[in-house]
């Protein structure tokens, strides 16, 4: 056992635990945030994703004492001030679920995805999204709500630069 720090969701928590336990586990078990699932243990369906310095890591595989000191992202961290990422109200307005069991891991890969590339082409989701599994075949509404979050986050920008453009000339 050893005390492990870490920084989640832009707070610090210190747990003492074995090095090696997948970070998924403490996310869990120790600091109840249950967005991220156990669905293979493999590293193999996504469905445990958080974001890590940008990237979608898949915490199932991933040692707690690889990501010390790291910003770690989970579901949990997306809204902001109450207000849904535009991601998470994209899923509603596209009503993306099933049973639910992986959107977890979609949410999280989409957000990485949308991060890097925010106006993707449907083959770029296509190819971002593809190793995040969905039994309940959710895939088309997973893409209309990809595409629709884009929109989102694209014209939010674009009014947020106009406004910051008129105040200079004002
Ligand atoms: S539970 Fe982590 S990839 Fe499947
Ligand atoms: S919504 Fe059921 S596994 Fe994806």
């Known amino acids: 056992m050893a005390n492990i720090s870490l920084r989640v969701n832009g707070k610090s928590h210190t747990v003492d635990v074995d090095p090696a336990t997948p970070l998924l586990y403490v996310l869990r078990n120790d ?27 898949r915490s199932c595989i991933r040692p707690v004492s690889t990501v ?3 910003e770690i992202t989970t579901l949990e961290g997306l809204a902001v001030n109450g207000k849904l990422h535009p991601l998470q109200q994209a899923w509603i307005d596209e009503q993306v679920p099933a049973c639910g069991f992986c959107q977890n891991g979609q949410i999280m890969t989409a957000k990485a995805l949308l991060d890097k590339n925010p106006t993707p082409t449907d083959a770029q989701i296509r190819q971002g999204m593809a190793s995040t599994l969905c039994r309940c075949m959710t895939y088309y509404r997973i893409q209309s709500a990809i595409k629709l979050a884009a929109k989102t986050i694209t014209s939010a920008r674009n009014e947020d630069s106009e406004q910051k453009g008129s105040e200079v000339i004002a």
């Open 31 to 57: 600091l109840d945030l249950q967005g991220p699932r156990f669905g293979c243990g493999l590293g193999q369906c996504g469905a445990c994703t958080v974001i890590i310095k940008g990237e979608a890591v």
């Open 68 to 70: 010390q000191g790291a």
